[in-house]
């Protein structure tokens, strides 16, 4: 096999899914071939870049106030199901274990969907008073749900292995508005640090999430034209705490319910970096956050292998104490090197032939460009920190490129049908649920939310009735 075909992948132009499996499984991000469908093994690559990801999220979690629990993973079927409208979202989805070893359960239990139920039970024994309050936690912890249409890895699984999902509780309904806003913030800071595009909705009031107030979603576009939902902001208000009974005895000794919120995100984060940046030699991971910064390929030339190994080894040695660095000295062709590391996404590949020995300086391909740039020894260390530098301000500019060319503002319904197909679509609306439906149904696709009051005061009007347009609605074909 050529050293090329070995990591060759079906064009992700031609055809965006197959592109994604081959790239992750020979990225050796996941391996697909479990024999439980919808679940799928991470390999020691991928799950650290996993790891990274989700550090960028606990710092900002930490940074404002929110802390690790572990709540366990089953929830007894009385305590799940108390909360009827919030089950109708999930009853056909559920895992449950209805066994003990050989005998029949008493009661079933089924495995993790989400927290809230899980949580709530014990949480009214931890709030008894507004000093209690507010009272912010986070889990990262697998969730099961029994997907019923089509599975892929990372994007509609049956075990999502990644689940960060915050929990936040409160004196006051604005407390809890307040909190959503906040989450809401460090989803922002999270995608941009992935480099990751987005838009933040409002769900529309028929598709709500089961149980809340409402709820904002931040949602990304993929390569093939298809909105991918990367996150959500929930605020319960009361209603979770009225069926939990979870309540607090505030300043003048009156019981009042508190105030819920959740958010959570997955995987499914770097899905969406994966297929925004990839290309058709594999990765291109954020310098930030990939598993191996730079790796070095030594190029020996007959009689002065020793030299060139020898000068690997030490640059391999002075740059480890700064970045997350790699020597391939294994017994294989530069070429195959070149085409694995670049598969893996590693931003920097630092190349070592005899002149580089003779002449101290090293020769450095970047991932995102494929451009080779020569640095002096000297100041090897200042120059790769600027290249990472401008690797990130490179993939910026390619990500909004990106997403500016797969969006679309329509001003009537012809255009939104016109492009809804290829593209997430944007047009103004005067908020009454019936122009809503129109343009769902007439576009055949459900709306993904809309930006409160974007065009109040715009004069724009509604692509529907004509009224006045008071938000920005997102249409999409989605994941
Ligand atoms: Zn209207």
Not at 176 to 185: G, N
Not at 281 to 292: D, E, F, T, V, Y
Request: hydrophobic share 35%; aromatic share 12%.
């Amino acid at each position: 096999m050529s050293e090329r075909k070995a990591f060759e992948v079906t064009p992700k132009e031609v055809e965006f899914s197959r592109w994604f499996d081959e790239v992750i499984f020979k990225a050796e991000i996941l391996d697909e071939r479990y024999p439980v469908k919808g679940m799928y093994v991470w390999l020691p690559y991928g799950y650290q870049l996993m790891e990274n990801i989700m550090n960028v999220m606990e710092r900002l979690l930490r940074e404002t106030g929110h802390r690790r629990v572990y709540f366990p993973g089953v929830v007894p079927e009385s305590v799940l199901g108390r909360e009827f409208r919030f089950i109708k979202g999930f009853e056909d989805s559920i895992f449950w274990i209805t066994a003990l070893g050989r005998k029949k359960i008493q009661e079933r239990l089924a495995l993790r969907p989400t927290s809230e139920a899980i949580m709530y039970e014990v949480l009214k024994r931890w709030i008894t008073s507004y000093k209690d309050l507010p009272l912010r936690i986070y889990q990262i912890v697998p969730v099961y749900r029994y997907e019923t249409k089509a599975t892929r890895p990372m994007l509609r699984v049956r075990e999502i292995v990644f689940f960060k999902e915050g929990h936040t509780f409160h004196a006051t309904y604005e407390d809890a508005v307040k909190q959503v806003d906040l989450e809401v913030e460090i989803y922002k800071k999270f995608y941009d640090e992935l480099l990751v595009p987005y838009i933040v909705v409002k769900t529309p009031p028929w598709d709500t999430f089961p149980g809340a107030k409402y709820n904002y979603d931040i949602v990304t576009i993929m390569p093939d034209g298809k909105a991918l939902e990367l996150g959500s902001a929930i605020n319960f208000g009361d209603l979770f705490a009225k069926t939990y009974d979870l309540v607090y005895m505030d300043q003048n000794g009156e019981k009042r319910y508190v105030n819920t919120t959740s958010f959570g995100i997955s995987e499914r984060s770097l899905a969406a970096m994966i297929s925004i940046h990839g290309d058709n030699r594999g990765l291109k991971i954020p310098p930030k956050l990939a598993p191996i910064q730079v790796v070095i390929v030594p190029i020996p030339t007959k009689g002065y292998e020793d030299k060139v190994n020898e000068f690997s080894k030490s640059l391999h040695e002075r740059l480890s104490s700064r970045f997350r660095v790699v020597l391939d000295d294994e017994d294989e062709r530069p070429g195959f090197k070149f085409y694995r590391w670049e598969m893996k996404g590693v931003p920097a590949r630092i190349e070592v032939g005899r002149e580089e020995t003779e002449k101290q300086f090293v020769t450095v391909a970047r991932r995102d460009t494929g451009e080779r740039v020569k640095i002096n020894l000297s100041e090897l260390e200042e120059e790769l920190e600027k290249l990472f530098e401008d690797i990130e301000d490179t993939m910026k500019k390619q990500a909004e490129n990106y997403f500016n060319e797969r969006v679309y503002h329509a001003e009537s319904i012809e255009e939104v049908k016109e492009h809804v197909t290829q593209k997430m679509v944007s047009f103004p609306w005067c908020g009454l649920d019936e122009c809503g439906h129109e343009v769902e149904e007439e576009a055949g696709y459900g709306l993904l939310g809309y930006e409160e009051g974007y065009y109040e005061g715009s004069g724009k009007k509604c692509i529907v009735c004509g009224r006045e347009a008071k938000h920005r609605a997102w249409i999409a074909r989605s994941y």
